[in-house]
Nanobody, 114 residues
């Protein structure tokens, strides 16, 4: 499975950014998909994920502000980020889980600064 992430960049406090991540090369269904992030000097942490049934899991700090969604036909997962704050600055990684394991995207920098 190959993942290609896009979006992100520089955002202002209170502003919005979005990410997308498309999976290709797999003929099996995905068990779950989602986003992690890693800020400088910190461990990678789960941001949001969707399981096979479409139920979402959120990190408390992004609940209400971030929204995960997917397009099954396009094998794509999205992350809409609203009400950004500087603590959201990190490299964001998408992932897809299949029965063969987890595939990671290349990482996309999100910087929130005025």
């Amino acid at each position: 499975v190959q993942l290609q992430a896009s979006g992100g960049g520089l955002g202002q406090p209170g502003g919005s950014l979005s990410l997308s991540c498309r999976a290709s090369g797999s003929r099996v269904s995905f068990n779950s998909m989602g986003w992690y992030r890693q800020a400088p000097g910190k461990e990678r942490e789960l941001v949001e994920s969707l399981n096979r049934r479409g139920s979402a899991t959120y990190q408390d700090s992004v609940k209400v502000r971030f929204t995960i969604s997917r397009d099954n036909a396009k094998n794509t997962v999205y992350l809409q980020m609203n009400s950004l704050n500087p603590e959201d600055t990190a490299v964001y990684f998408c992932y897809f889980d299949t029965v063969y394991g987890r595939a990671w995207g290349q990482g996309t920098q999100i910087t929130v600064s005025s």
